[in-house]
C-alpha cells in the first residue's frame, strides 16, 4: 500500500487535485472516495472529470445512483451508494458491470461497502481540520 497526504487550502486545491488524477486515470481504474457530508466530494469528482476531458455537468448522483459520462477520454462512471441498502442492491443495479468495464469508476461514500471494491483500488479521503482553517482539507490518496 502506497499513501500519500496533500494539504488542501481551498476548493481550487482539491480541484487541481482531482483533475491531476483524472488527467492521470486509466482504463478499468476504481477510486473511493470517502469523507464526512461537506467536505468535498462532488467537488472532487468534479475535477476528476474536467481532468477526463468532460466538459458537461458534473452532479451528485445522491438520488440516480449512477451518472454515466462518455464525453471524455474515458467512459465515467460517477456512483454514490450511500443510499443503497446492501450488497445484493449494489449488485442488482449493474455495478460489477461498471467496476469490472472499460471506463473510470469513481464512487462516493464506497466505504459502506468495502467489500466490493476490487483488491486494487485507490482510495480518496477528504477530512477537515478546523484548527486549520475553514476551507483546509486533508486529501489521503492510498493506493491497494
Known amino acids: 500500500m502506497k499513501q500519500t497526504i496533500i494539504d488542501s487550502f481551498s476548493e481550487e486545491d482539491t480541484f487541481r487535485i482531482a483533475k491531476e488524477m483524472g488527467e492521470k486515470a486509466y482504463p478499468g ?3 473511493s472516495l470517502v469523507g464526512d457530508l461537506g467536505t468535498g466530494k462532488t467537488l472532487f469528482s468534479k475535477g476528476f472529470a474536467e481532468g477526463l476531458g468532460i466538459d458537461e455537468p458534473i452532479t451528485s448522483p445522491t438520488f440516480t445512483i449512477l451518472q454515466i459520462y462518455e464525453t471524455g477520454r474515458l467512459p465515467f462512471y460517477h456512483f454514490d451508494v450511500y443510499r443503497i441498502g446492501s450488497l445484493e442492491e449494489l449488485e ?4 460489477y458491470e461498471y467496476v469490472d468495464g ?3 469508476s469513481l464512487i462516493e461514500w464506497a466505504d459502506l461497502f468495502e467489500e466490493s471494491l476490487p483488491k486494487n ?3 480518496v479521503k477528504i ?7 475553514f476551507d483546509y482539507r486533508r486529501v489521503s490518496i492510498c493506493e491497494f
Open 102 to 104: 472499460k471506463g473510470v
Open 121 to 123: 483500488h485507490i482510495e
Open 29 to 31: 481504474e476504481v477510486i
Open 92 to 95: 442488482d443495479m449493474g455495478y
Open 127 to 133: 477530512e477537515k481540520d478546523l484548527e486549520k482553517g
